[in-house]
């Protein structure tokens, strides 16, 4: 990509962190953030801007006080929504930013209508494929960022509980991004040594449930969602987009036939490249990890539904 301009729609704490991550790796020409309260995007821009004077590379961080003033990107990243409250249904949840997120994709459409767009907001994988109907775009060009956040929780579990391989470490999560994620140690590793390997039932046991906890471990100390890891984890993703990389990283991405479902999102392995989702990595999974799928593909349709019989989609 010639451009190297990225968006950012939600300039909270994960949208902020994603734009320094990026300004901090020389990775973009040009970082745009935009906020439903501009005063927000507007100050933030300029602190990450004043960050860039150490920064690699020379990036330009600005803030967009309108939509229109965050046009010709060539990936726009949605981080817009709201947390669920205890009043909040979770119907209630997927309308409202069902609601949010077709206002922020009407300004894409409009504004970056050749962007690859990834998607963020929660519920995840409902999110992305509510971007999926709202655009009609071709599937390779809309990203759900799950897999890689979740694989970088699981790679802090295992490091911590094998004791060395820091930076060594590739974890595979799989599935649905919540409760039904499925960690993949059978095909994780340390520094090449596949996990199984290293560690007993036990142990793996643990790592697994620690890395479906990882988000909840961090609200109960901080009365607040993560943003270190998953603007770490965006910048990543913007990152094998525009450098062409070809990375292999699991991202939720509408299925077409693959692992036998059509017409859902899903996290599975994908090759990130510069046309976006380059190639669907279809594993040979037993039938205890396609039940699993099963689940998580039941729990994100039942999302998909809520939507649907509120006629959010006619």
Known sequence: MVGRKVGIVGAGFVGATAAYTLAM??????????DIVPDVA????????????????????????????????DIVVITAGVPRRREMTRA?????????????????????PEAIILCVSNPLDIMTYVVHKLTGYDRNRIIGMAGALDGARMSYQ???????????????????????????????????????????KTDMEDIIANTKEGGAEIVKYLKTSAYYAPGRSIAVMVEAILDDS????????LLDGEYGYKDITLGVPVVLGANGV?????????????????????????????????????
């Open 25 to 34: 790796m020389g990775t973009c020409r040009e970082v745009v953030l935009f």
């Open 42 to 73: 507007i100050g933030k821009a300029i602190d990450i801007g004043q960050a860039t004077a150490y920064s690699p590379k020379g990036t330009i961080v600005t803030a967009a006080k309108t939509p229109d003033e965050m046009r010709d990107c």
């Open 92 to 112: 209630d949840l997927l309308i409202i930013n069902a609601k949010i997120i077709t206002d922020v994709v009407g300004n894409i459409k409009k504004y970056s």
């Open 158 to 200: 295992i490091q911590k509980k094998v004791g060395f391989g820091s930076g060594q470490t590739r974890a595979i999560v799989i599935g649905d991004h919540g409760q039904n994620m499925i960690p993949y140690p059978e095909i994780s590793a340390v520094g090449g040594v596949p996990l199984d390997q290293i560690i007993g």
């Open 246 to 253: 070809r990375i292999v990283m699991p991202s939720s991405v």
């Open 278 to 314: 380059e190639k669907i990595i279809e594993l040979d999974l037993n039938d205890e990890m396609k039940a699993k799928i099963d689940v998580s593909v039941d729990s994100i349709q039942e999302g998909v539904d809520v939507l649907r019989n509120e006629g959010f989609f006619s």
